[in-house]
């Protein structure tokens, strides 16, 4: 559905954006992080065609940007930071006016009936925008975006000044807007971008650094493969038959946290999940596991590591 060959943008001797490609695939919901000033922002403009790349070449749904723009263009709803909403006008002369801005030739009652019924704002239609709550005014956005019914969105901070109420809505419409469309995201809200998003890719000094699903970046960027245990036994006894289990490259006790039990911290061998055996064989002493959790790393201490090691010249960073 996307594809980024080489995107570069210079502004002057600054290099915003260093060379990156990546492809995204019809139906993804892309997460796309970066700290201020990494060339997020940068890259979203050149993929909505408002800015023209130094060099490089983004293809949206079959189209080139710098040789088809209005084609490719036509194939992109767009939803930057702050909307652009027209606040004198009532929900339905805006939409109507961006229905006739994108020379939009499908059924227009229909149509935009229906992207009312998905956005859930039937119910303000006639009302003046800036009479409108913060959340609907977002969902007048995300309409308008929705207009032409087009493959692609691009939401840049969807979720920026909403409550905890408003963010849940607005997450969930983006995940049935996920179903129809290839979305790509944009976010500080960590775990947003990781309740809602099947890939992310993270960029620093305008390269890109990290290009996986939440989950692969959790497995790559822990440390050490760590497991807390609780067990209901004996301390020695249980030390000593935990340190036997297959793949256990060291165990080390953290102390009695509650009474007749013992806390373990495992340390597992590369590729190695002991989970199953160790529950086996405790089982089978009859000791109890009371407790076992992972140590793996949040996406927003993986994400502060990505952004404070130093940056090398390559394209997509780690990429699992």
């Not at 408002?50 to 992109?76: C, F, M, R």
């Not at 000044?161 to 607005?170: A, C, S, T």
């Not at 935990?242 to 039990?261: C, F, I, R």
């Not at 590729?271 to 793996?296: G, Y």
């Amino acid at each position: 559905m996307i594809q980024v060959k080489n995107l570069t943008k210079n502004y002057g001797s600054h290099v915003a954006v260093d060379d990156i490609s990546f492809s995204i695939a019809e139906g993804e919901i892309i997460g796309f992080l970066g700290p201020n000033g990494a060339g997020k922002s940068t890259t979203m403009n050149m993929l909505t065609g408002y800015l023209s790349a130094t060099a490089g070449e983004i293809v949206i749904d079959g189209h080139d940007v710098l040789n088809e723009p209005n084609e490719a263009k036509a194939s992109i709803g767009y939803l930057p930071e702050l909307p652009p909403l027209y606040m004198d006008m009532t929900v339905r002369e805006y939409l109507n006016f961006m229905y006739d801005l994108k020379k939009c030739k499908l059924p227009r009652a229909k149509h935009i009936a229906e992207i009312c019924r998905i956005v859930k704002i039937e119910g303000v239609y006639e009302r003046l925008i800036k009479n409108l709550s913060k959340g609907y005014r977002q969902r007048v956005g995300i309409a308008q975006a929705l207009i032409g019914n087009p493959p692609v969105l691009i939401l840049d901070e969807p979720t920026v000044g909403l409550d905890p109420m408003q963010i849940i809505e607005i997450r969930t419409l983006i995940k049935t807007l996920g179903r129809h469309h290839t979305v790509i995201l944009s976010s500080h809200i960590l775990p947003e971008v990781e309740a809602v998003c099947d890939r992310l890719i993270i960029i620093n000094h305008g390269q890109i650094v990290a290009d996986a699903t939440p989950k692969q970046l959790s497995e790559e960027y822990s440390a050490s493969r760590h497991l807390t245990v609780r067990v209901a036994g004996g301390e020695q006894a249980v030390v000593e038959l935990v340190s036997k289990v297959p793949g256990v490259k060291k165990v080390s006790v953290l102390g009695e946290k509650e009474p007749g039990s013992v806390d373990l911290l495992i340390e597992q061998a590369d590729d190695a999940d002991v989970r199953a055996e160790l529950f086996a064989r405790l089982a089978a002493r009859n000791w109890p596991i009371l407790s076992l959790r992972s140590s793996e790393r949040t996406l927003e201490e993986i994400f502060m590591s990505l952004i404070h090691q130093p940056t090398t010249k390559k394209n997509g960073g780690v990429s699992v």
